[in-house]
């Protein structure tokens, strides 16, 4: 990366950090480009989700008190769990100028960790903002109540939050769509958000960004919704611009009441300074007068004459009531003997002859990594 | 003064093994095999080469096996690359027709190609290939020579293949090493595709998939036109490594044990047995069970070919492979591997061993010899296009008339 920019004393890194099984899955997903620009990097109690994942960093935590597994609905764990590497984390997290964190807020480590590495990085005085979702429905009360607890939690500030509701991303969809695919929907929004983040705060010529900016709009309340669309051929910009807008499937009261909007064009060509005014004119034309709006022109070769415009939407007002209902006290499940705290050779254990070899990267899966440990199958 | 003799030879490149392979052509045209030289590879990963100096020797192995069976000196070589490296993609460029009051001419068409492949790539991406699929002119679709046909606009809609500059480079380094000058190079895929494709599957719609010890190379023909090549670096090499890791046995004993018993297919042998192998030197192996065994090479092919589906649906592709898939390379062996093909695909599954050549056919009958073959078979469609085409300074460099007979003798 850029390391004759660097200059002495002032941060320089920006992390992208993957919480929990799913977490970690989205951050490996991220497209390379966008990956080289920030470092990467993975947590989670379980030992599971970290092997199959491609990541170069890898930070388990709690290995004496949870094992090695996931956390379930644990959370009094979890802050255990979250202690016992406190210092492995601010140690890797020092020299960070800004943190994006992603992970589902249903499963035991995202609704724990997230909240508790946000913290963290308060302490170190570094711009985070948290990617995270809200569970659907059916994953019932207690997840939705572990939602609700954390998100409380981040929302204590000053950090910023945008909060995707899975209920809402997967509203739209055919009833017959196959739930393989509903869920990969899902993983491209999560993805295409962080990757439209990350451009954001490192595209050149600018490089930098409004952090004030930033923080104000995602620290409204409400939920964030992401839009995208590619399109080529003459008027590509608008054309993008316009769909993008009508894949936020908000109506006009809705699109009336967000707070903030990230556009970001991503292409090989160039714009020009009139048609750049006029697709910005489209997007503030349907919101508000108050609306802040931040954008950002991504380079990439790989289009070419093509444009892909992605518009991310905070504060928009939740859907329905709300999920959670009266506070239901977490069970704690009986002690385990506490394990010996070793070192675990991520690649020994899992990649064998391909040791050496750089990963044959597959949506964020290593390949290379034996199909029944990625799946998570029993061979007795 | 006997007549210089038309030989090619053909080498293969692989992740398990280096095959070299010297074919005559006869008089009549019939292709001969005259030698064969196979070593195992070294330096190689996934298709790539990782270190030049062990591949070198790999190679100046397998072509003296080769040269001394025939007493032929070889000084060049036709060779295949692949890699998860390679992309392809389609384009498609439109240009006005010339001189319209004489029709669409040779020129033209070249001049259409060339615009098509003029897209912009990474500064460390090549083109490998530019693949010609077909032509429109004004509103006339799917046209394979347009030659004389009257109209004003023409569109070319090509196939490109593209790399990364640095792994050719390796691999020409390697060959270069070795004492041979590389003629071209063919992406495995096509050039097993014409050892073991016949010509009215490529009509009707088919998949060739060479599974070999690093990657696994396809590519999709329908009406005898290339429309789709990926390469996954996924392959045998995957097979061994999990059951190495599955069953705690060192990398050659899972080797052994995957050929010996394995099957795709789990739920064949009802009961248990215990599994026993030969190289069981270093560690009594037992209690192997094939059950797990069994399992351990289902689940991968299984991701394996789903992987297959789902792309070629995606591409949209999938509902029209009327004569289904092929297999080849070594990973084709496997026991049962077509049986699973067929349940996850639906298709019609066979496995293609190379046909249309002569000699030394109870080495070369299997599909691990496909690519090999089909590098020879390449080089020999080439080598008579070029002649015909010499002089007439009509050709496009860098084009490859995809070695399809119906391209090479159409345009040249
Ligand atoms: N869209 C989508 N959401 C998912 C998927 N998997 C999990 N989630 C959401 O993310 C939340 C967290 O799940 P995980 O990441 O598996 O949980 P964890 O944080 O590792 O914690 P443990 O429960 O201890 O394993 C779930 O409650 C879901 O709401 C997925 O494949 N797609
Ligand atoms: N009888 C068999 N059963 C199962 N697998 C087999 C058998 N024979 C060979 N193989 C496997 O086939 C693979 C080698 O195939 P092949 O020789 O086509 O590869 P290659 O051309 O060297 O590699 P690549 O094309 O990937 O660079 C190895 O993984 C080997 O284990
Ligand atoms: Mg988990
Ligand atoms: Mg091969």
């Known amino acids: 990366m850029n390391k004759s920019a660097q200059t002495e004393g002032v941060k320089q890194k920006i992390a992208l950090w993957g919480v929990g099984s799913w977490g970690i899955r989205i951050a490996g997903s991220i497209q390379s480009e966008y990956q080289q620009r920030v470092e990467v990097v993975g947590v989670d109690s379980d030992v599971q989700s970290l092997i199959c994942s491609s990541l170069v960093h890898k930070i388990i935590i709690g290995e004496k008190t949870v094992r090695s597994r996931g956390l379930r609905r644990d959370t009094g764990k979890v802050e255990k769990a979250f202690r016992e590497s406190e210092a492995k984390i601010k140690s890797k997290l020092a020299d960070c100028r800004a943190l994006l964190i992603v992970g589902g807020l249903g499963g035991g480590v995202g609704s724990g960790v997230i909240p508790a590495l946000c913290n963290c990085a308060r302490e170190l005085k570094i711009f985070t903002i948290a990617f995270v979702t809200h569970p659907f429905k059916f994953e019932g009360k207690k997840k939705n109540l572990l939602f609700q607890k954390a998100r409380e939690e981040i929302e204590k500030g000053p950090v910023g939050l945008a909060c995707f509701s899975l209920d809402r991303l997967v509203g739209r969809i055919e009833d017959d769509t196959p739930h393989e695919e509903v869920f990969r929907h899902c993983d491209r929004i999560l993805k295409e958000a962080v990757e439209c983040m990350i451009s954001y705060l490192t595209a050149p010529p600018q490089r930098g960004g409004d952090y004030a900016l930033l923080e104000s709009i995602f620290s409204s309340p409400g939920e964030t919704v992401m839009g995208i669309r590619e399109a080529a051929g003459p008027n590509h910009l608008i054309t993008a611009v316009k769909g993008a807008l009508s894949a936020l499937s908000l109506n006009a009261t809705e699109l009336g009441m967000i707070k903030g909007v990230l556009l970001q064009l991503e292409t090989g060509g160039s714009i020009s300074f009139r048609r750049l005014e006029q697709a910005i004119g489209a997007v503030s034309g349907v919101l508000s007068e108050d609306v802040d709006l931040l954008y950002t022109i991504d380079k990439s070769k790989e289009k070419g004459e093509k444009i892909m415009v992605r518009i991310m939407a905070a504060g928009v007002p939740e859907e329905g009531e709300n999920a959670a209902g009266q506070a239901i006290p977490v069970t704690l499940t009986a002690d385990r003997p506490p394990a010996k705290q070793t070192e675990i050779n991520f690649k020994r254990l899992a990649r064998g002859m391909f040791v050496n070899t750089d990963p044959t990267l597959f949506e964020g899966e290593d390949m290379d990594i034996p199909t029944f440990v990625r799946k998570g199958v029993s061979l007795e | ?412």
Request: glycine share 10%.
């Open chain 2, 1 to 412: 003064m006997t007549q210089k003799r038309d030989i090619i030879t053909g080498l293969d490149v692989g992740t398990t093994k280096i095959c070299a392979l010297v074919a005559e052509r006869e008089e009549n045209g019939d292709i001969r095999i005259l030698g064969v030289g196979t070593y195992p590879s070294r330096g190689l990963r996934k298709g790539e080469v990782i270190n030049i100096t062990e591949a070198v020797a790999s190679i100046e192995k397998a072509v003296s096996q080769a040269e001394n069976i025939c007493e032929f000196e070889v000084t060049s070589v036709i060779a295949g690359i692949t890699g998860s490296h390679i992309q392809s993609f389609n384009s498609r460029a439109v240009l006005p027709v010339a001189n319209p009051s004489i029709g669409v001419t040779r020129k033209d068409m070249f001049r259409a190609i060339d615009a098509a492949q003029a897209v912009p790539l990474p500064r460390d991406r090549e083109v490998l290939h530019v693949i010609p699929q077909e032509f429109s002119v004004d509103d006339r679709k799917g046209i394979a020579d347009p030659e004389g046909m009257e109209g004003v606009r023409l569109e070319a809609q090509v196939h490109l293949v593209s790399g990364e500059v640095a792994a050719r480079r390796n691999l020409v380094n390697c060959i270069t090493q070795a004492g041979f000058e590389v003629e071209e190079f063919v992406l495995q895929q096509l050039a097993s595709s014409l050892a073991v494709v016949r010509k009215e599957e490529q009509q009707s719609g088919v998949v060739l998939v060479d599974i070999g010890g690093g990657t696994t190379d396809y590519v999709y023909f329908r009406d005898e036109i290339i429309r789709h090549t990926r390469v996954l670096g996924v392959g045998g090499d995957h097979l061994t490594n999990d059951i190495s890791l599955g069953m705690k046995l060192l990398l050659r004993q899972a080797e052994e044990l995957k050929k010996k018993y394995g099957s795709a297919l789990s739920d064949r042998v009802t009961g248990d047995d215990e599994l026993a192998i030969l190289d069981a030197l270093v560690r009594p192996a037992t209690g192997l069970s094939r059950k797990k065994l069994d399992r351990i090479i289902e689940l991968r092919l299984t991701e394996l070919f789903h992987l297959l589906r789902r792309d070629l649906e995606e591409e949209g592709h999938f509902q029209s492979i009327g004569s289904g898939l092929v297999l080849t390379g070594g990973g084709s062996l496997q026991k049962d591997i077509a049986a699973l093909a067929g349940q996850i695909t639906g298709l019609p599954v066979r496995i293609g061993t190379p046909f249309g050549v002569s000699g030394l056919r109870e080495i070369i009958d299997s599909p691990i010899y496909s690519t090999a073959v089909g590098l020879v078979k390449y080089g020999f469609l080439r080598r008579s296009s070029t002649d015909r085409s010499r002089g007439t300074g009509d050709r496009v460099p860098g084009v490859l008339f995809n070695g399809i007979k119906r391209w090479l003798d159409r345009y040249f």
